[in-house]
């Protein structure tokens, strides 16, 4: 049997989008409500997956009661004035109630209690509307793949003292996603990260499995300074998967979050241990105390790695790769310039190095939106 298309009701609209808030997608939304995907993604598409603010009538305005009284008030042949002084309001509010909907002969309440409903929107024009040197700002940031986000942190630290110059995280995704407000064109929508044209909420990830590592160290052995990041020099390394099977290595120190990619040929242990063991001896001695990576099975010659960098490998619990936090978070960050299904053999070295200067030229949130790079400089002009 087809399913029926989205109606009007209020409720469907209600459960639809608590169902999107809580994280569902657009067909298991579709499925619980016995309605056509195209018909919930039209819905959702309208407000750029923003769910509408509530409306709520102004005590100030007439209700619907008083629009009734209104109607019986003609109806008998009262005049306006002794109307008004039964509803407790100004003789000129029921005059412009009463010509505004018909006059006496036409005056109808529930006409008029829907009219005045529906004409009582005021769309408020956005502050990047009312902004160009703001939203010129906003655009130009957003074409170098800075997140909102990123945006609205830097401008707040650019600029401390000048508010019109600020703008919400939000205020920069609405006028991305709601073009009806023709603010920010939509091709600008190519520079997120997830390429999506509406807002999502954030969902669970899914756990990987893990290998047999032998002598594998857990990561709670880790040094206490690694948690807590007190110290630099702890590092996050895992695989980044491509096209044929191709992939990149990618380390992130844990204090400053910056960033290094790293070529492969193959996923042997032995090329794994190699790349990571060259460009971690290329760094000072004091920003080489640890690195904790999942279960793969491509360290599993850690020992040689070790020794040949001093360095501590600690690894995860098995399907627990959520325990190496910053790197699952900036392999999504990679995912803007490298997609799934991109092949990684087509990248050089000098490739994965701009990239990873994207990266950390771009403010972060986590270090008051200070860039990766800034911070990791700093560490290195102060080791001896």
Partial sequence: MARKKFGPGGQEKRELWARWRAGESVSDIARALSVERQSIHYHLRGSGGFAPAP??????????????????????GDSLRRIADGL????????????????RCHYRAAVADKRAWRNARRPKVCKLARAPELRGMVAGKLAEDWSPEQISGWLAQTY??????????????????IQTRGVLKKEL??????????????????KGTGGNIVDAVSIRQRPAEAEDRAVPGHWEGDLLLGKVNSRIITLVERQTRYLMLIKI???????????????????PRQLRSSLTWDRGSELADHRRFSVATDVAVYFCDPA?????G?????????RQYLPKGTDMRRYTQADLDAIALRLNTRPRKVLGFQTPADRFKAIVASTP
């Fill in 326 to 334: 910053t790197n699952e978070n900036t392999n999504g960050l990679l």
């Fill in 265 to 283: 040929d193959r996923k042997t242990t032995s090329d794994v241990v190699d790349a990571l063991a060259r460009h971690v001896q290329t760094l």
């Fill in 320 to 324: 627990s790769p959520w325990q190496r």
């Fill in 55 to 76: 409306r709520c009538r102004s005590p100030r305005v007439l209700s619907t009661r008083e629009r009734e009284e209104i109607s019986r008030g003609l109806a008998a």
């Fill in 160 to 177: 401390p003292d000048d508010q019109a110059l600020q703008v919400s995280t939000e205020t920069i995704y609405r006028c991305l996603f």
């Fill in 88 to 103: 407790g309001r100004q003789p000129s509010t029921i005059s412009r109630e009463v010509a505004r909907h018909g006059g």
């Fill in 189 to 206: 929508t190519r520079h997120l990260r997830t390429h999506r044209v509406i807002r999502r909420g954030k969902t669970a990830t899914r």
